[in-house]
Structure formats: structure tokens, C-alpha cells
């Protein structure tokens, strides 16, 4: 009896052992997603069994909605979606459209001075299929720290936005106090509109920076911090 009960263990022994290294060697074909300029990575392996879009591949989502970091607090929840789908460059539609992403906001940083822009500290784990099916997900914002930020060129911006503002108002003072003196206009110009302009310098430069906005429609790329793995019932439905 023991005899018998230890060859039918040794028996599922190896048939499990054959059985996981057939899943190792499970053949696949390596497809590609749209190359992000930021990213090399575009890697997707596909089996019989699910997708598996390989951590750094960078994916396009839009806002829902209209956003602004100066109403936003922790803990807020972002919807995203995948206008388009998500499709590889062979033809594989990944996701289909409608899908959305969720990203919860795990920290804001507001405006600081010297023109420094809030930041939008989000991380997504959730993917909504329009079934209402989720997959899990880990991702963050592309880009530097992994948040959202105005542009750098936005701020700079701002900057020239005060120096033209004060650049007229040392204008109007030249004139006021040429006049006041009875002093020749042009001087007093002379002397209040660079005075006025670097005044407004100093300050576009030294005052805190921009919240972060976003329009409805307003695209970002999100990075895969973990392998995004959808289940072959999914994607071969559009297939």
C-alpha cells in the first residue's frame, strides 16, 4: 500500500515538473509598442495565454477632464483614458477604446518661489475595461521625478510676462516724474522703462511658479514601473 501511494506521488512529481517546464518554453512572439522618444523600451511578449507589456514601455493616456493642482489634494483619483485603444505597431490591439487608467495623487507639491512649479505625484493601478473588468497596473508619469509639472518653458513665460508688465509701468513712472520735474520726457523714459523691466524680471524669476493645469483631452505618457500583463480573453477579442 505505501508502495503504491509513493509512485503515484513520484508519478505527479514529474508530470508537475514537465508540466512547468513546458510553461517555460512556452513559445511567444515579441511585438512592439509606438516608441515614445523618451523611452528604447517597446517590448510586448504575447502568448496563448495573455499580453505582457514589459516594465519602462511608455503608454499615451488623456485626462478625463479638466485638472488643476491648485483645487487637487492627496488622495484625489484621476481618470484616464486610452482614446485610441492600445495597439502594438504589428496590429495587436492590446485594449480596446474606452478603456481608462485611474491614478490616485499621493502628493502635491505647491508653487515655490524662485519660479518653481507644483508637482502632481500620481500613481496608477488600475485599468478599467469598458466591460468593467480590471487589470492591475503600477505606473507613474513619465518625466523627471515621476509627476506632473508645468513646463519649464511656461515658467519662463510667466518671467517675460512681469518684466513687459513692469517694463510699462516704469514707462508711466519715467513720464510722471519727467513731468513732475519739468525734466525732457525721453530722459525720464530712458531711465523707467529698463528700471520698470528689470524690477519685473527680479520678480517674475523670485515668485513662486505654476500650479499645474490640464484641459480635458490633454495628453500625458505614463511609464510601466511592473509588468502590465492582460489576459489573452481580452485582447483577442478585438483580434
Not at 29 to 35: A, N, R
Not at 41 to 46: A, G, L, N, P, Y
Not at 144 to 156: E, G, I, Y
Not at 194 to 210: E, M, N, R
Request: net charge positive; glycine share 10%; hydrophobic share 45%.
Amino acid at each position: 500500500m505505501i508502495r503504491n501511494i509513493l509512485i503515484v506521488l513520484l508519478f505527479l512529481f514529474f508530470v508537475n515538473v514537465n508540466y512547468t517546464q513546458a510553461k517555460e518554453y512556452e513559445p511567444y512572439k515579441i511585438e512592439h509598442l509606438p516608441q515614445y522618444k523618451k523611452t528604447n523600451i517597446t517590448t510586448v511578449k504575447i502568448t496563448t495565454d495573455n499580453a505582457v507589456i514589459l516594465p519602462n514601455n511608455a503608454i499615451k493616456i488623456t485626462f478625463n477632464s479638466n485638472f488643476n493642482s491648485k483645487f487637487a489634494k492627496e488622495g484625489d483619483f484621476i481618470d484616464f483614458s486610452l482614446q485610441d485603444g492600445l495597439s502594438t505597431v504589428e496590429g495587436t490591439c492590446l485594449l480596446p477604446c474606452g478603456t481608462k487608467i485611474i491614478g490616485c495623487i499621493t502628493c502635491i507639491e505647491k508653487p515655490k518661489f524662485f519660479n518653481r512649479n507644483a508637482k502632481v505625484f500620481i500613481i496608477f493601478r488600475k485599468v478599467l475595461l469598458p466591460d468593467g473588468n480590471i487589470i492591475p497596473i503600477i505606473a507613474y508619469p513619465f518625466g523627471k521625478d515621476n509627476a506632473l509639472k508645468a513646463s519649464s518653458w511656461a515658467a519662463v513665460g510667466k518671467a517675460a510676462a512681469y518684466t513687459v508688465g513692469f517694463y510699462g509701468t516704469g514707462a508711466g513712472l519715467g513720464a510722471w516724474i519727467g513731468a513732475g520735474s519739468n525734466a525732457a520726457g525721453k530722459g525720464a523714459l530712458a531711465i523707467g522703462m529698463p528700471v520698470g523691466a528689470s524690477i519685473g524680471l527680479v520678480l517674475g524669476i523670485i515668485t513662486p511658479g505654476l500650479h499645474f493645469r490640464a484641459k480635458c483631452g490633454k495628453a500625458i505618457y505614463i511609464r510601466l514601473e511592473d509588468c502590465l500583463v492582460i489576459p489573452s480573453q481580452i485582447f483577442k477579442k478585438d483580434n
